[in-house]
């Protein structure tokens, strides 16, 4: 099963939430927490998908990846 990291609007910004570690990161913008997501993803040793949700709540966009390659 894969891991999940979602990008939802938060108070202040938007925020990066990890599931695996429950750790959440804040940014100003919507644009720099998907990069960042993304990054995460991409260097993650196992599949994750990252979900990206819209200023409603509703979700707009996701994506796999398989990990980085050991």
Same mark, same amino acid.
């Given at each position: 099963?894969?891991?999940?990291?979602?990008?939802?609007?938060?108070?202040?910004?938007?925020?990066?939430?990890?599931?695996?570690?429950?750790?959440?990161?804040?940014?100003?913008?919507?644009?720099?927490?998907?990069?960042?997501?993304? @990054?995460?993803?991409?260097?993650?040793?196992?599949?994750?998908?990252?979900?990206?949700?819209?200023?409603?709540?509703?979700?707009?966009? @996701?994506?796999?990846?398989?990990?980085?390659?050991?």
């Amino acid at each position: 099963m894969p891991e999940i990291v979602d990008v939802v609007p938060c108070e202040g910004g938007w925020c990066v939430r990890v599931h695996a570690t429950g750790e959440v990161l804040h940014f100003a913008g919507g644009g720099e927490a998907e990069r960042r997501a993304r @990054r995460l993803a991409q260097d993650a040793s196992m599949p994750v998908e990252v979900r990206i949700h819209d200023r409603g709540g509703r979700l707009v966009g @996701r994506w796999m990846t398989h990990g980085a390659a050991a």
